[in-house]
């Protein structure tokens, strides 16, 4: 368990300490199969925010830069970030630019210490019933190729900027390239069955968004969660308190619950807007193993009450 | 009015007839199910253009005995075949949700 310690991350290094103890696993029937083998690979504490929307999202700020969601992240010790613009991918590839361009600005000035943040390709979802579902991938080339797939299944309505915001799809320096002409806030004719089997054949993790929230939720439109929905997780809005979130964890049943910022400008990126992956290392791997409570990687219960 | 007068008078194409013979009175539009599962007033049909198998359990739970989809729009076969189980009678309309009110207040049906 040293090895945080002596590549000299110190929020990580402090976090592992307690990592066994503390936190909540949802399942827990499985938490700690990791630590017995000789060959188990050292898990940390990796603060992760995996829901973050860009200027590519028309109702995003357009503070929501690429270098600037990379500093904000790092300064609130975010070390795993998906980006999750509304029903794109397109600006995946700016972030990953900007995240390694930083790194490596640190590595040649020797203060590289890890706390840029490693870049997970997502979208958030709009299904036919208007649900919020967000969908991760192993890289930003399974992004595209599904950004295809539903691109095809988006109604044709043009975005008017005047109403809606601008849909900038940028480099890493936040150079505009491009706009989407068709509007991106808007449910493709997909349903959420559909799309949740979509992403799984193709690899993906999904999650359903926000349920706690009144809109695009899927418990609001269809009611409760069944058992044999294909989701790897839910995730409840930030603006719970803790007792409402357990409230909710005893409504999801052995779900696994995740909390993430759906920042829509800068200062809605924080550390306590997100939560913490106990993981080897942050990749989608990984984050699929912890997301279904595997091999030891786990969610900790995002709340600071931990559930009984 | 029975169902059955309902559905003749909206000239609805019906995929179930369920228990045409039962009177309603009332009637509630939406298609957010904890909307209306926390709404729906008694004896009440209900207009949606959500043709999801989570309606028929809606419908099922408020004692719905018949559902209006409205816009023209295509139930999912796991619907039909749960209202068929469950004796909910189906009605496809091709009119928008907004014109199926009109028609159903115009022969007495109230919110």
Known sequence: MESAGTEGRRTLSESETHAPESGHSVNPGASTSAFAGETAPLLRR?????????VLSPCAELEMGAPEIIQRASREEITLLALTDHNAVANVP????????????????????????????GVEVQTEEDIHLVALFRSAEDGFAFQEWLWEALPSRANDPDIFGYQLIIDGKNAVLDQVATLLVQGVSRSVEEVIAEIRHRGGLSFLAHVDRPGFSYVEVLGPVP?????????????????EALAWRSRLGARTIL???????????????????????????????????????????????TPP | MTIGEILSHLGADVANIGDGEREVTRGIVGDLLSHVMGTAPENALWITIHGHLNVAAVAVLRDIPCVILAGGRTPSPEFLERCCTEGIAVGLMKDAAFDVCGKLWEIGLRG
């Open chain 1, 94 to 121: 700016a972030l990953m630019e900007a995240a390694e361009v930083e790194r490596e600005r640190l590595r040649v000035s020797g203060t590289d210490d890890g706390s840029i943040p490693r870049i997970l390709c």
């Open chain 1, 46 to 54: 990796f603060r992760t925010d995996l829901h973050v929307h860009s």
């Open chain 1, 227 to 243: 058992e044999d929905l294909a989701v790897d997780a839910v995730e409840l809005s930030r603006r719970l308190s803790a007792e």
């Open chain 1, 259 to 305: 909390r993430s910022s759906d920042a829509h400008r800068l200062e809605d990126l924080r550390r306590e807007h997100c939560m913490e992956l106990l993981l080897a290392e942050p990749t989608f791997d990984e984050v699929a193993l912890a997301l279904r409570n595997e091999a030891g990687r786990r969610v900790l219960w995002p709340w600071e009450e």
